[in-house]
């Protein structure tokens, strides 16, 4: 193992062109910070040690010096992290060789602590606002945009090169899984492979950005970040009533283009920028479908506690990029966001309450005549009924202790109270014949135009403090704006007053003078497209998180973005129409060798479906897929075993959706429970929705294999597609082929077409049918990497 | 290549390598495996394991307001509730003499092996809130289990069984979250055994496939995804699905084999009692947890009670008729459990942990019942090198509150990963900027030592 490391140190050595001394001087430190301060720092400083500063590293702790400028290899550090002698350290894990190369240079280098650049302070990178850079001007005929610009130059400086150009089967299997989820048809490829124009790339991406479909893909990927479900979680994980609508709004939004900075608005603060229009107010559903326990009444002062600080930690993950979790309990130790900035930001919410948003409202009709009938109704029909029931259960009450159940007093009704019973039960059934219910969605706005006081929590030897409304100081800080007095507003005037608030958050960070909202965002969508962010961790953009890999390019695109008006699409025309996403999906050995984690992007990145592509890939290729759009949650039907997890008792909360065709809709409207995620869909990696999710691992294990092999989903619909082409079929080569175009959208291979018929053979032998045969066929292909992974 | 390769919601891309491998541990592990033995519902510990005359004494009483100040319950007044002595006699077991009531008398036959822990306490009333915290030291689902973090910290001795399984007698009131993996990748998440052959969701091949049919059927994705791969040399996730294939197909047999408790002797089912109706169930669930640890399994989470029937939380209504049934259930079981253990030599390394989210209290719910209490409850330990026959903390006269040695759910699980071999300040996880902890920052009265003498 140790020969190994040095022999990889050795290579790299060789291998990467030294960078600036800037740069390795912040990578230093950013290393010891993210790997050695928790116990090593100024507070902790285990066996004496504090590498927080120059001077306290060069002193040493309980051995001795710890560094030694110039001289790497007698640094004890270095032999720590090396792990030669006594001391292997960090404890846990060792360092990536590359870490500790920087390491090395570092202390060779004079081992200088760079001028400031830490988060700890208003320069760190990211919290300096972005400045168009200057774009390289290579003049190489590779280059079809800006992007490759950028990462051309990055390749150069370390001695490679860009990969050929993906296939025309390959690229559209990749545009159509990364705009819209879903894998195109045979006819689709056949078509495109055929298009001989020179913008047929072009057109392709405008043909999937306007798909119905391309909403559906990407607001899958907004739900993962605001922790998106359908129930509100814990042991009675009740539903939450109309959280499907912010699901839809999520789609729509998407699907139109909607400018970033507006999306922002609705979601923090639809109520207050736009009192009108219900479809902006819906966006505060961001706040609604999160986990809570209000069903616990009596901890509502904890659960309140908790739900502000829902609200706090996801606005600043999703939006922000950053953590600021930490500061609930303390001045955050790596970045500088003080407790106070912490609960500046939770004062904002303090007002905030949850509410119905009337997506039909008439201001002039606040007052539904048809809604109060009923309502008076609903209450006579439950005195008939209680007056019916009323001998029975005191009847029972007197012999039985506890609530009489319902059997109990069915089964001790006279006939002739049964028959009044089922009569009032016609009524009732006729009363709601032609009801519909007014269309709500959910979302939050102030109780009014004051708030609720917010206080830091006490801690000894500190009196109780208030803190005021307002945003972090490192971001340019400032305080809210005192409540607007409704009869000076000279715009619509809102039903009820609020506190403004939530709207000056949402200015504070929908601007483009924020440093951090447009980087944030059009880091996201580059990893969704390219597997990882140029900031590898997509909500960590502070001190603890990867530095950019191509710092220039984040801020071309973050400005770029603004310039084009936030709109999400025009990023990814950019990014699609570029030489870099076309690349082939080939690591050459050099950069294998170089940069294995493709950090440099030399070539594309293969990736796993997820598991709601897979789910719907399997569903198209069989030709189940049901594409109609929107609505309330579908339930589809769970064995027993499947259910076996599930807190509630199925019957009363697991209510199939009646309408089977809507079984074999697209995930992302399938019901989200918090407490029960669908297996197929947990063993594929979707979230558990407790806590914002930026990226989503791909993982590889056994149960996964299990349940696409054998799973009643994957089974049926296998059977479902081999029961098809075996009756429109002639032959087994016929069967072969026409199961290759449905399946993986292309024409088998000679061989590949020799070793399937050979296979339909033997196992008709082993089933005793040919069309036993065509569902071990479809079966073994719904289960290959070709069908699970995109090159 | 294990049971599974590589991370749910991670933060940062990672490389393909077998995150179930064993790892060596921090320090010395006493414990090589773990049974937690989860009473759920919430068990009376003033009808169990700490015996109360006093309550007896001020029976039908309301307490004074300076004892019950800040307590609150799901369903009871502390101020107005009505003192109840327990309906059970309590009897000194043992060497040691530790009094336990009559509802377990084959367990108590072992308090010589077990540490007994009357102070542990909580905040948190209702069950799935107290369930996250004793298992993930946090209210709020959404975090890592003690199990989890076990097998994240030292993998697998077996890579043909998941290396965390779970075994419930229906859905519990935390539902999969308390056992979930939270932020750690999915392939620490436990795997839920279900009865029958096939414990393992999908495990079994689609009706009507013979295991020939099954067998083609595999080799022709293996060929053909070998060609896919020969195509993108180098690609580690690729062979590593692929393999993941080969590991299902010897799990179709290795799990059921298992589970299997056909080959055991009559002499070890009647000690566990399996055949008999009251215990059969609890039995060969407590028989297959010692089968799974002897196959090098590293964490088995063993439910008592369902929120769909059984239940020790029909205490609520009836207290009495719910512990007499959901002991005499367990009690039997647990005990051949402790016995069948030591007498194979595997006690010595296998960590045995009894336990419930809260307790309940000293105070009457209603005519029959007794309400939830994280105040104050009781759990114990045996196996591992502990040494037994002994008793950590007290709590008061009435059992509401603990008066000595106060222990959190962080204090029993820094001690549990002790036991394993691994330093609960140690062991992180990198997720939202910080290094999470299972014990966040607390865990501060850890009581190894104490266990170990």
């Not at chain 1, 195109?184 to 790339?201: C, G, I, K, L």
């Not at chain 2, 393999?243 to 290795?254: C, I």
């Not at chain 2, 009457?364 to 105040?375: F, I, L, S, T, V």
Request: charged content about 25%; overall charge neutral; proline content about 7%.
């Amino acid at each position: 193992m140790r020969f190994l490391l040095h022999a990889v140190l050795a290579f790299i050595t060789l291998a990467i062109p030294a960078p600036a001394a800037d740069d390795v001087e912040a990578g230093a430190v950013q290393i010891l910070t993210a790997n050695c301060s928790q116990c090593h720092s100024k507070s902790a400083a285990m066996a004496g040690l504090d590498l927080s500063t120059r001077e306290t590293a060069l002193k040493g702790g309980q051995r001795g010096p710890s560094i030694i400028p110039g001289d790497s290899a007698s640094s004890r550090l270095i032999q720590a992290v090396m792990r030669q002698g006594t001391l292997a350290m960090p404890p846990l894990k060792a360092l990536p060789a590359a870490d500790i190369e920087v390491l090395r240079r570092w202390i060779d280098g004079g081992a200088k602590w760079p001028d400031g650049p830490q988060a700890s302070d208003a320069k760190w990178w990211s919290f300096r606002k972005p400045v168009r850079p200057q774009v390289p001007r290579s003049g190489n005929a590779w280059v079809r945009n800006e992007i490759d610009e950028f990462v051309l130059r990055k390749l150069g400086e370390s001695r490679l090169h860009p990969a050929p150009e993906a296939n025309r089967a390959t690229l559209i299997l990749r545009m159509y899984f990364d705009l819209t989820g879903l894998p195109p048809t045979a006819a689709q490829v056949r078509a495109f492979v055929e298009d001989r124009s020179p913008d047929s790339e072009t057109r392709l991406v405008e043909e999937l950005l306007a798909s119905p479909r391309y909403g559906e893909k990407w607001a899958r990927h907004w739900l993962d970040l605001v922790r998106y479900a359908d129930t509100a979680g814990f042991e009675l994980d009740p539903y939450i009533a109309d959280a499907w609508r912010y699901r839809d709004y999520v789609i729509q939004s998407f699907n139109e283009d909607k400018p970033y900075d507006r999306f922002i608005r609705e979601q923090i603060a639809g109520d207050e920028f736009f009192p009108e229009d219900p479809v902006a107010q819906t966006g505060t559903g961001f706040y609604c479908v999160g986990p809570n326990r209000d069903l616990y009444p009596d901890q509502s002062d904890i659960n309140r506690e908790e739900t502000l600080t829902d609200f706090v930690d996801t606005t600043v993950s999703v939006f922000q990029g950053l953590t600021a979790g930490c500061a609930r309990c303390h001045d955050h130790k790596f970045d500088p966001i003080p407790q106070a900035d912490y609960f500046r930001v939770q004062a904002i919410f303090a007002p905030a309450v949850k509410t119905k948003v009337a997506l039909n409202r008439l201001s002039s009709l606040g007052y539904e005549v048809a809604a109060n009938v009923r309502e008076i109704k609903l209450r006579e029909i439950g005195d008939r009924i209680r007056a019916v029931q009323e001998r029975c259960r005191k009847e029972i009450a007197d012999w039985k202790k506890g609530r009489p159940t319902d059997e109990a007093i069915r089964a001790c009704l006279s006939p002739e109270e049964s028959a009044q019973l089922r009569e009032i039960e016609t009524q009732l059934v006729s009363m709601f014949a032609n009801y519909q219910p007014k269309p709500f969605a959910c979302g939050i706005t102030d109780m009014w135009n004051v708030s609720p006081k917010t206080y830091l929590p006490e801690k000894s030897g500190r009196a109780k403090q208030e803190v005021e409304p307002g945003f972090f100081a490192v971001l340019g800080g400032g305080e809210v704006p005192p409540a607007p007095d409704k009869r000076e507003t000279t715009g619509p005037i809102p039903l009820y007053p609020t506190t403004g608030r939530r709207s000056a958050l949402a200015k504070w960070i929908a601007t483009p003078e924020n440093p951090l909202t447009a980087r944030v965002m059009v880091n996201r969508i580059w990893q969704y497209h390219f597997g990882r962010g140029i900031v590898a961790t997509p909500s960590d953009f502070g001190s603890r998180g990867r530095p950019p890999s191509h710092p220039e390019l984040l801020d071309w695109l973050a400005t770029e973005f603004v310039a084009r008006g936030w709109s999400v699409k025009q990023i990814h025309r950019l990014i699609l129409n570029s030489a870099t996403y076309q690349q082939n999906a080939k690591a050459t050995p050099e950069a294998a060798e170089r940069d294995p984690e493709n950090l440099l992007l030399s070539h594309f990145s293969r990736r796993r479906l997820q598991s709601d592509e897979l789910r719907d890939a399997v569903l198209q290729v069989t030709g189940s897929l049901n594409l109609s759009t929107g609505g309330r949650p579908v339930v589809p039907p769970m064995s027993k075993e499947e259910l076996h997890t599930f807190t509630q008792r199925p019957e009363n909360a697991w209510v199939v959706t009646a309408d089977a065709s809507e079984h074999v809709r697209r995930s992302i409207y399938l019901l989200q429970k918090r407490t029960f995620r669908l297996p197929m869909m947990e063993v594929f990696d979707t979230p558990e929705s407790m806590l914002t999710c930026p990226r989503r691992e791909s993982s590889t294990t056994a149960p996964q294999s299990l349940t696409l092999l054998n799973g009643p989903f994957a089974v049926e619909q296998g059977k479902k597609l081999a029961d098809a082409l075996v009756s429109e079929s002639k032959d087994d080569a016929a069967l072969v082929d026409a199961a290759w175009r449905r399946v993986l959208a292309r024409d088998p291979q000679a061989e590949e077409r020799r070793m399937a018929i050979d296979f339909l053979t033997k196992q008709t032998d082993n089933t005793g049918s040919r069309t036993g045969a065509a569902v071990e066929l479809i079966r073994g292909l719904l289960n290959l990497n070709e069908f699970l992974y995109v090159d | 290549m294990g049971f599974g390769a590589v991370a749910a919601c991670g933060l940062l891309p990672g490389a393909t390598v077998s995150p179930l491998a064993p790892k060596p541990p921090h320090a010395l592990a006493r414990a090589k495996s773990v049974i937690y033995l989860f009473m759920h519902g919430g068990v009376s510990h003033v009808d169990t394991w700490d015996p109360k005359p006093e309550l007896a004494r001020l029976s039908e009483q309301t307490l004074p307001g300076n004892f019950v100040k800040g307590l609150k319950t799901s369903r009871i007044d502390f101020t107005k509730a009505i003192v109840r002595g327990s309906p059970w006699q309590f009897k000194q077991h043992g060497q040691s003499g530790i009094a336990v009531s009559e509802l377990f008398p084959n367990i108590a036959r072992h308090v010589d092996e077990m540490a007994l822990i009357r102070s542990c306490h909580g905040d948190a009333f209702d069950h799935a809130p107290a369930m996250y915290l004793l298992s993930t030291g946090s209210q709020f689902p959404g975090k890592p289990c003690l199990g989890s973090w076990s097998v994240y910290g030292l993998g697998s001795e077996n890579q043909d069984l998941p290396a965390f399984v779970v075994m419930s007698d229906g859905a519990m009131k935390s539902g999969p979250q308390g056992f979930g993996a939270g932020y750690l990748p999915a392939v620490y998440q436990g795997t839920l055994f279900r009865r029958g052959k096939y414990p393992v969701l999908d495990l079994a091949a689609p009706e009507g496939v013979s295991d020939r049919t099954q067998r083609a059927t595999l080799d022709f994705i293996g060929a053909m995804d070998r060609r896919h791969i020969e195509a993108r040399p180098g690609d580690t996730d690729l062979e590593a699905r692929l393999a993941s294939y080969e590991l299902a197909y010897r799990m179709q047999t290795s799990a059921p084999e298992a589970v299997d408790l056909s080959k055991e002797t009559d002499a070890t089912k009647k000690l566990y009692g399996i055949g008999d109706p009251v215990t059969d169930d609890f039995g060969s669930k407590c028989l297959l947890a010692r089968r799974l640890v002897e196959r090098g399994v590293r964490f088995i989470q063993l439910y008592s009670g369902t929120h769909q029937g059984d239940d020790w939380d029909n205490a609520h209504n009836d207290l009495v008729t719910s512990h007499n049934k959901m002991a005499a259930k367990s009690d039997k079981p647990i005990s051949g459990l402790l016995t069948d253990l030591k007498s194979r030599g595997l006690l010595d390394s296998t960590l045995v942990v009894w336990g419930s989210e809260f307790g309940r209290t000293p105070l009457a719910e209603g005519k029959n019942g007794r309400d939830h209490h994280p105040y104050a409850f009781s759990i114990w330990m045996a196996g591992a090198g502990i040494k037994g026959g002994r008793v950590l903390g007290s709590t008061d006269e009435f059992g509401l509150r603990p008066v000595e040695n106060p222990i959190t759910a962080h204090d029993v699980n820094a001690t549990i990963l002790r036991l394993m071999g691994m330093d609960h300040t140690k062991l992180t996880y990198f997720y939202q900027g910080r290094d999470q902890r299972l014990t966040d920052v607390h865990g501060e009265a850890e009581f190894t030592k104490f266990l170990l003498g």
